[in-house]
């Protein structure tokens, strides 16, 4: 294998979890010249891919690096501390990124676990959704305690993302990430509460947004999701309502674990778990206006 100064280079990538983030962000990996193995728990799934990316993508064998996209920590751990294939490929050595949104606690038990097997765990939770994930702009939060495995990783997330963001160590990007899906579901909350109210006073949808986004209640959801997603009723971001859910309790969780005082984090985990009830949990995250122009008996008109 290459060497860069005294730290072998990571070449061949093993990536587990395909979805609508995972898959395209193996593409980019392969693309930018690594040796990408692929699983995923959907075999069909799995089958494409590895049949886009070559003969060899289906072979999970001794990676340098293992990348976990999952829906949850637990998928993490289950992974890579006892899948047959995926967690017995792990020897000395090799670098495990979790690049799911994970509990920051069980991350850094994880590591503890990992540690005594010889492999270095990192963090490194994305954001910028589908579309970022296809460009390869995502950014990316990382936290961990090893400088140089993560040295070792830099090119590996280079490929990924356009903004890496170095958090502190072990579980602080996945507590960053937590924090950033927990301001981010408020924010869609509250820009979607100005446009209901705005629609029941009399205002164009259209025209609260545009005062939002020339205003200081500027925000990515103003800016990227709510004409596209809600005003043109397309509800297509690719972001399951469950993970959001998901997402926001980890924000919880870790308020509890720091022992705060956060009654918005608390709040907001009401109203998207009252969205959840009502839109189901495969819903795009965005149909949970329709939950919230029920409760006022508004509906936004469409924006051709």
Avoid: Y
Wanted: with cysteine; glycine share 10%; hydrophobic share 50%.
């Amino acid at each position: 294998m290459a060497q860069t100064g005294r730290m072998t280079a990571i070449r061949r990538i093993g990536f587990v979890g395909l979805g609508n983030m995972g898959a395209p962000m193996a593409r980019n990996l392969a693309r930018a010249g690594f040796d990408v193995r692929v699983r995923d728990a959907d075999p069909r799934r799995q089958a494409l891919l590895a049949s886009e990316l070559g003969p060899d993508a289906a072979a999970f064998e001794a990676p340098d690096a293992v990348i976990t996209m999952l829906p949850a920590g637990d998928d993490v751990r289950a992974v890579l501390l006892d899948d047959e294939e995926a967690g017995a490929a792990l020897r000395p050595g090799t670098v495990a990124i979790d690049m799911s949104s994970s509990a920051p606690v069980g991350t850094r038990e994880l590591g503890a676990a990992l540690a005594g097997r010889g492999v270095t765990l990192i963090d490194a939770p994305v954001s910028g959704g589908v579309a970022k994930a296809t460009t390869g702009t995502l950014a990316i939060l990382v936290g961990g305690d090893d400088n140089e495995a993560i040295e070792r990783a830099r090119p590996v997330l280079d490929a990924l993302g356009e903004r890496i963001l170095r958090t502190g160590g072990l579980g602080a990007g996945h507590a960053a990430k937590a924090l950033n899906n927990f301001v981010a579901a408020a924010s869609f909350a509250a820009t979607s509460e100005a446009l209901i109210v705005g629609a029941r006073f009399g205002l164009r949808p259209e025209d609260v947004l545009a005062a939002l986004n020339a205003s200081t209640g500027a925000s990515f959801n103003t800016q990227f999701t709510m004409e596209p997603h809600v005003l043109r009723r397309r509800f297509g971001v690719g972001f399951a309502m469950r993970l959001m859910v998901k997402d926001i309790a980890l924000a919880r969780d870790l308020v509890d674990a720091t022992d705060s005082v956060a009654p918005m984090c608390r709040l907001t985990e009401q109203l998207w778990a009252d969205a959840l009830a009502a839109e189901g949990p495969d819903a795009d995250f965005t149909t949970a206006i329709r939950h919230w122009e029920e409760e006022n008996a508004t509906q936004l008109p469409l924006l051709e």
